[in-house]
């Protein structure tokens, strides 16, 4: 059963939210504070989505959602808010949110959004690259894949820094010990072998002439 997390510092807000999912087939959980939902991640309890307010005491919404990307926490984030501005929506996306939601709002408007985000990203997650640094697994449209140490190092560098060029010699100093001589024609060997297996996704690795290999966002 889904799980969805309400975050929010309005116990009647929560509570409606949480009895309206609920009879839509949701399992549901409540949080006043930022700082008590982050606690109940942080203590390893699973959400499939939270649906989180932006202005609380203390914590912000905002903050708590970019301490959870740092963790490398990427449950999904619909933020309630009553800031809707231009400057707001974006700082709610760039903070690490998949979507917006202004108050006031109906359930109807809150329950659309909640199915577009969990088909959104649960059809990200059966297909393209998924890993897990955890396990050490990576994963070519739900099938697992074997990567070599190196190859899942270089993977995970590149992936964790979409968008930024590497040179050979900065990725030589990510990934090999430095006692280890290795040179620049190793490291295009290793990025070779790792496109062949990335299959269909090999494109995303790209190496542009002075600038280095790059992840190229999807």
């Known amino acids: 059963m889904t799980r969805i997390l309400v975050v929010d510092d309005e116990p009647d807000l929560c509570e409606i939210l949480c ?3 609920e009879n839509e087939g949701f399992e549901t959980e409540y949080a006043y504070s930022a700082e008590s939902a982050l606690s109940m991640i942080q203590e390893g309890r699973k959400f499939d989505l939270l649906l989180l307010d932006v202005m609380m ?7 708590m959602v970019r301490k959870m990307r740092a963790e490398g926490n990427e449950t999904p984030v619909i933020f309630l ?13 760039e903070s690490g949110g998949d979507d917006y939601i202004p108050k006031p709002f109906s359930f109807p408007t809150v329950l659309a959004r909640v199915k577009a985000v969990l088909k959104r990203t649960s ?4 297909e393209g690259i998924g890993i897990d640094k955890e396990h050490k ?4 449209d739900g099938q697992p894949v074997t990567l070599t140490k190196k190859e ?8 964790e820094n979409k968008g930024i060029h590497f040179t050979r010699e900065q990725i030589i100093g990510k990934v090999w010990d430095e006692d280890t001589f290795v040179s620049d ?11 062949k297996k990335l299959g269909p996704y090999a494109d995303r690795i790209v190496n542009h002439t002075g600038f280095g290999y790059v992840y190229v966002k999807q």
């Not at 800031?83 to 929506?89: A, F, K, T, V």
Request: net charge negative.
């Open 19 to 21: 009895f309206n999912l």
């Open 57 to 63: 005491e203390s914590m912000s919404g905002f903050d």
């Open 81 to 93: 808010t009553a800031r809707s501005s231009e400057s707001d929506l974006l700082a709610g996306f």
């Open 123 to 126: 059809q990200s997650a059966a």
């Open 137 to 140: 697994t990576v994963l070519i």
């Open 152 to 159: 899942f190092l270089i993977l995970s560098l590149l992936s």
């Open 185 to 195: 024609r190793s490291v295009d060997v290793h990025i070779a072998r790792l496109r």
